[in-house]
């Protein structure tokens, strides 16, 4: 059965450093996402992408993060200068079309020291 | 404000000793409702959408129903194995974006 992959499953880094995570979607999907979940606290929306643009945003989506799909299978999330309330797991999910149902992956547990 | 609530927090059953969840919700425009089981250090599993209001579904010992202003997760004799985070979320309007409750865990004793 298909499935979202993120990698890496751990990051821990020092406060101010660039970190990538990294997912590669179902093959077939064209819409993908990024979530996190700060630790005993609900998932949140970051960022939709779709055709290669964001299509939407939310407000922790600031200028220190971005997003990138760098070739045919995978998507990124980057974070240019790591805050200590970065600290989160982070979750990739894709669909087929925006209407559709979204798959996530296992995540990426973000560590900022 | 568009809200999604559940409740409650966290539940402890017996093994086979029957159950619901609830999510209530406050958007406009409801496109789906969405469960999702989420294990400890786990990413949501999908179990089921719902679009309109009456509609139900089922899975193994799982049925979900939509209102139009909750859902409830129905778990009919539980086993240890469904023990987990049962995650509600709504998608509503023109966007994508999934709006998620804060959870329910659930814990099921044998």
């Known amino acids: 059965e298909p499935e979202v992959t993120q990698t890496p499953s751990h990051q821990v880094t020092q406060m101010g450093q660039e970190v990538i995570l990294r997912c590669v979607p179902i093959s077939n999907h064209l819409y993908f996402y990024w979530y996190r979940q700060i630790l005993g606290q609900k998932v949140e929306f970051l960022v939709s992408?779709?055709?290669?643009?964001?299509?939407?945003k939310s407000e922790i989506f600031d200028d220190q993060f971005s997003v990138e799909r760098p070739d045919g299978s995978n998507f990124t999330l980057k974070i240019r200068s790591t805050k200590l309330e970065d600290s989160a797991m982070y979750f990739c999910a894709s669909t087929g079309t925006g209407q559709e149902t979204q798959y996530f992956g296992p995540g990426t547990r973000l560590l900022v020291l | 404000e568009d809200q999604v609530t559940q409740s409650p927090e966290a539940l402890r059953l017996q093994e086979g000793e029957s159950s619901s969840l609830n999510c209530s919700y406050t958007v406009s425009g409801l496109r789906g409702l969405f469960w999702y089981r989420q294990d400890p250090g786990k990413g949501p599993e999908f179990l089921f959408t719902?679009?309109?209001a009456g509609e139900e579904k089922e899975k193994e010992r799982l049925k979900a129903t939509l209102t139009k202003k909750e859902s409830f997760l129905h778990i009919t004799a539980p086993k240890p194995e469904d023990s987990a985070t049962y995650l509600c979320?709504?998608?509503?309007?023109?966007?994508?974006?999934?709006?998620f409750g804060t959870g329910t865990r659930l814990q099921v004793f044998p």
């Open positions: 979320a709504v998608q509503h309007g023109n966007t994508d974006k999934l709006i």
């Open positions: 719902l679009y309109s």
């Open positions: 992408f779709y055709n290669n643009e964001i299509s939407e």
